[in-house]
């Protein structure tokens, strides 16, 4: 009898190991937006933005039917601007959708697309000024760049040129890299640095004007070459 039992015991494991085991659906996915009817019908960059030299980013949810049809279109985090809110709005009710896959069988989903509207090109360019803007030297010595390890270990020296937007009570609008290090963390770090300095905006007619100031920052020199 303790044989036979055994034998028994042997036997249900084998059944249990030869069993199929129930493996989760992998052809499962959520819908999508169409790369190429996103790429062209872009969001329409509103005028206002541009006459005020700003930028955001808006997070639109859009509800898709079982056919990949668009449904409606929803602001989950504003871009800080109504009108981009709008535009992106806008843009989501032209674009082409795919369908949500269950079980096999399409089915209707919801989609979460960020939609950028980055500054107007037009207001990265150059006015004529009798004074151009720059930092605050005081601000520059208390926050330098903290430049990455691979500056000091791979003895690399080189500058990154700054675009920053200054408004004309010297306030930074934005910023963003002109002329690249070639490495992004040193870029970055420059960046970072930027961020924290106080500016003197630009003088013309012996008045404070907005301007975009170019501004060089040198890394891996002991004694960088002057500003200007």
Not at 47 to 75: H, P, R, Y
Not at 148 to 164: H, M, Q, T
Not at 183 to 210: N, T
Request: hydrophobic share 40%; glycine share 8%.
């Amino acid at each position: 009898m303790k044989q036979t039992g055994a034998w028994l015991v042997l036997g249900a494991v084998a059944m249990f190991a030869a069993a199929p085991v129930a493996a989760e659906d992998v052809s499962d996915f959520g819908p999508s937006v169409d790369t190429s009817s996103r790429r062209l019908n872009p969001a329409k960059y509103p005028s206002q933005a541009i006459e005020a030299c700003v930028d955001g980013t808006a997070i639109v949810l859009v509800d898709v039917d079982k056919f990949g049809e668009f449904n409606k279109a929803t602001i989950e985090r504003s871009a800080g601007q109504a009108y981009f809110d709008e535009a992106a709005l806008e843009a989501a009710k032209h674009w082409r959708y795919k369908p949500a896959i269950e079980n096999g069988q399409p089915a209707p989903g919801r989609i979460r697309i960020p939609v950028d509207f980055p500054v107007y090109e037009g207001c990265w360019a150059s006015v004529k000024v009798d004074v151009e803007a720059r930092p605050d030297s005081a601000s520059m010595k208390a926050n330098p760049p903290k430049w990455p390890a691979a500056v000091k270990d791979d003895k690399l020296r080189g500058k990154v040129v700054l675009l920053i937007q200054i408004d004309r009570d010297g306030g930074r609008k934005n910023l963003k890299v002109g002329v690249s290090s070639g490495h992004g963390d040193i870029d970055d770090a420059a960046m970072l640095a930027a961020l924290q300095w106080f500016y003197r905006p630009a003088v013309l007619d012996g008045k404070p004007v907005a301007s975009v100031l170019h501004w060089p920052v040198f890394y891996g020199q002991k004694t960088p070459p002057p500003y200007r």
